[in-house]
T-cell receptor, first 111, second 113 residues
Framework: TQLLEQSPQFLSIQEGENLTVYCNSS?????LQWYRQEPGEGPVLLVT?????EVKKLKRLTFQFGDARKDSSLHITAAQPGDTGLYLC???????????FGTGTRLQVTL | NAGVMQNPRHLVRRRGQEARLRCSPM?????VYWYRQLPEEGLKFMVY????????ESGMPKERFSAEFPKEGPSILRIQQVVRGDSAAYFC???????????FGPGTRLTVT
């Protein structure tokens, strides 16, 4: 069974601070997605990383896929209250079918 | 609305009743996936379907649960004789035939009383 561990589980920071969320596994994934989920809603796809070592930027969010494609990180620069939510990583084992979701990181950004 | 649609958004059933959850994939998407999110737990894969075919149902309980994606119409996740432990948020996702990117609907929140 492939597991994805995210850390930290909870993060409460003030507006303007930087943060990094980690997603780790002992398994190799052919691709990895990051989602953000708000209460009462479905996960919203933020980015997909495919190549080992790949870095993608989405405004103030920077995503990196580990060289061995077993881990990933999400870095947010100058966090804003609108970044508040549950961040989920999800790995695709290579069959383009079921995703294995991480344990989630709940982020709260206060003024 | 070009996104994945799910209905109902909220469903209340008494123990022993049947629950039917519907999912219409994004336009152009032929693959549908169902996931369950239990309170305070992560999203867990249940079943993966293409039109008229179940591709992978390894995450679905063997009893009481079934899923279909007919040639016409939405995908249906059916739960027979619901129990309190079935209370959860059920999410549907869809993808293009050759894509690994899954797009999620808003979910159906099932409450069993």
């Amino acid at each position: 069974t492939q597991l994805l561990e995210q850390s930290p589980q909870f993060l409460s920071i003030q507006e303007g601070e930087n943060l990094t969320v980690y997603c780790n596994s002992s398994s190799v994934f052919s691709s990895l997605q990051w989602y953000r989920q708000e209460p009462g809603e479905g996960p919203v796809l933020l980015v997909t990383v495919v190549t080992g070592g790949e870095v993608k930027k989405l405004k103030r969010l920077t995503f990196q896929f580990g060289d061995a494609r077993k881990d990933s990180s999400l870095h947010i620069t100058a966090a804003q209250p609108g970044d508040t939510g549950l961040y989920l990583c999800a790995g695709d084992p290579g069959t383009a079918s079921k995703l294995t979701f991480g344990t989630g990181t709940r982020l709260q950004v206060t003024l | 609305n070009a996104g994945v649609m799910q209905n109902p958004r909220h469903l209340v059933r008494r123990r022993g009743q049947e629950a039917r959850l519907r999912c219409s994939p994004m336009k152009g998407h032929s693959h549908v996936y169902w996931y369950r999110q239990l309170p305070e737990e992560g999203l867990k894969f249940m079943v993966y379907l293409q039109k008229e075919n179940i591709i992978d149902e390894s995450g679905m309980p063997k009893e009481r649960f079934s899923a279909e994606f007919p040639k016409e119409g939405p995908s249906i996740l059916r739960i027979q004789q619901v129990v309190r432990g079935d209370s959860a948020a059920y999410f549907c996702a869809s993808s293009r035939e050759t894509s690994y990117e899954q797009y999620f609907g808003p979910g159906t929140r099932l409450t069993v009383t």
